[in-house]
């Protein structure tokens, strides 16, 4: 495959993956523990029976008039589902247009995703019983994305943020003008406006004169889109890994989510990805995680910037007193 992405986005674009595969990792496991299904009780055998019996549209009609709990509850799971698939999908080609220098495809492809997918599952967080009503008994215009006002918009994301562990220090007004605003210059809007359009007239991102959006490019340009990607993308997906994460806590727990490390992993990566974005060297990362005990040597093993890579990296740290690797 070819790989023309610069050396200088190398780790925001690795990361990007790391967060989509946990995305995706989401999908995986649950529909292997059937967190995405609903299980009842029929009264009666002959009850059962003909329920088997029901095509797709007398099927939710059933549900809807005798059991309207589970009608609701399935409704929102396979909502969860197909939006989830569809945003690993949008996420995973745009990363891979992008490592291909494809950037016009790479933006238009990462536009629905993060304008639309995402602010259905931030609905979904927030206010889920409006938008479950709205989606069931309303025109599809009345739960369009593209129809809702910025002042709705921010609401949402405002109440997803408080609902999720992980982003609760973000900012909404942040969040949204990464995704909706022309007029905020580190944002994604006019870049996703310019890719999806040849030629484009709002004031903020006027195409110039015999010139055509993304088809005319030198060197400077093109690594100038790849720093506006790669700013911006991997802030948006780490924050969509914990709104996802919140959503499907509503409805499932993880066995085995006290022993995971990738929601840690993440974070380290967070920081690191932060760390490099903003070029900063010096700055130490030691308080991140606390000290801890080797079980070769008893000896403190500090979580310096080398062994906050490995750990995000290989889920292992080392110690440097013994010079024993340790798996996490």
């Not at 939006?83 to 495809?105: A, I």
């Not at 995704?179 to 004031?203: K, N, P």
């Not at 993308?233 to 919140?246: C, D, H």
Request: net charge negative.
């Amino acid at each position: 495959m070819p790989d023309f992405l610069p050396k200088d986005f190398r780790f925001s674009h690795n990361f990007a993956f790391f967060l989509h595969d946990m995305l995706a990792g989401m999908i995986v496991e649950g529909e292997k523990a059937d967190i995405f299904n609903v299980s009842f009780k029929f009264q009666s055998e002959d009850e059962a029976t003909a329920f088997g019996n029901l095509n797709h549209e007398e099927l939710w009609e059933w549900l809807a008039t005798n059991d309207k709990l589970s009608h609701y509850t399935l409704i929102y799971k396979q909502i969860c589902l197909a939006l989830l698939s569809d945003f690993c999908h949008f996420v995973y080609e745009g990363l891979q247009c992008s490592k291909k220098g494809k950037l016009s495809v790479a933006y238009s492809l990462l536009r629905k995703p993060f304008k639309d997918n995402l602010l259905i599952f931030e609905w979904l967080l927030a206010e889920p019983a409006d938008f479950i009503e709205k989606f069931y008994n309303e025109d599809p215009s009345v739960y369009a994305p593209q129809k809702l006002s910025p002042e709705r918009k921010l609401k949402l994301i405002s109440a997803a943020l408080q609902k999720t562990n992980s982003c609760k220090s973000f900012e909404a007004d942040f969040i949204y003008d990464l995704r909706d605003s022309r007029t905020a210059q580190y944002g994604l809007a006019r870049a996703w406006d310019q890719a999806t359009h040849l030629v484009t007239t709002f004031e903020q991102i006027k195409t110039t004169p015999q010139n055509f959006n993304f088809v005319f490019r030198n060197h400077e340009a093109e690594y100038s889109q790849w720093q506006g990607l790669y700013t911006c993308i991997p802030y948006l997906l780490f924050y969509t890994v914990g709104v996802v994460e919140a959503v499907i806590a509503t409805f499932a727990t993880r066995a085995d989510a006290e022993g995971d490390m990738f929601p840690t992993r993440a974070g380290v990566g967070f920081a690191l990805w932060t760390k490099s974005v903003r070029r900063e060297k010096s700055q130490s990362l030691d308080f991140l995680m606390e000290p801890l005990d080797c079980p070769y040597c008893d000896k403190k093993i500090s979580f310096g910037l080398r062994n906050m890579k490995a750990l995000y990296e290989r889920s292992e740290i080392k110690c440097y007193s013994c010079k024993a690797v340790v798996c996490i």
